[in-house]
């Protein structure tokens, strides 16, 4: 983790204009998917109890799910492998992977929603098999957003069906368990500072989680093909302060 953590450190670095500018064009192309969390999480301010921490939940998703969520991994998954993109490629690209990112979203926010109406129900339904349902529940929702982790970055390096998408992206999160359930919480607190910045998610931290994805994918996939990844030039203090001497 450590080794992705010192690439993924470099390659942000090289890219911070790069970070604020993609970030800022997933913001206007995601409007109307940021006014529908907006407006969720309102309604669940305004209802409060469980619906609370559901819309937090479903706005996330929300966010996430947007079609133009798909365009930041496109970039990113080029960052990661040292090659660069300009908006013009970046666009014809993100437009073969539209209407499957399309119906990845989807598929995650009526599953997300579905998860979280059955947990209202069930913990409405009260008794012991009430707990064992809503208990349920949660860990099926713990399932599915380790699994949306990997989503859209496995699309964009895979490049495969829906269906096949989403099977990989569950044998991922399965087969890396440990590494799923740590990236789940960097999610969260991506998020978290984004919202409570305000700014933040509009200026850089979903690119900025868009890299960190594609930077542990393809860490990942040696361990799967067997290709060893290309060694990097150790980088130091000298070039985090004065890189123009480089």
Known sequence: MSDILRRYFWTGYDHLGGIVAYNLLWSLLSLPWIGAAYMLLRFGFSLGGLFLPGAVVLAGVLLFGSPATVLLFVVCTYWARGDELNLRELLLTGRRFFWRATALGGSLIVATGLILVNMVFYQQLGGWLGALLSGLMIWLLLLVGIMALY??????????????????????????????????????FFLAVGLASGLGLFCGVMTAWALLMSMVLRALLPKYTGEALPVEVPRGLRELIRPWEV
């Open 151 to 188: 989503l859209f970055p496995v699309l964009v390096t895979q490049e495969g069906s829906v269906w096949a998408t989403l099977r990989q992206s569950l044998l991922l999160a399965v087969d890396n368990l440990k590494l799923s359930l740590t990236l789940l919480l960097g999610a969260i």
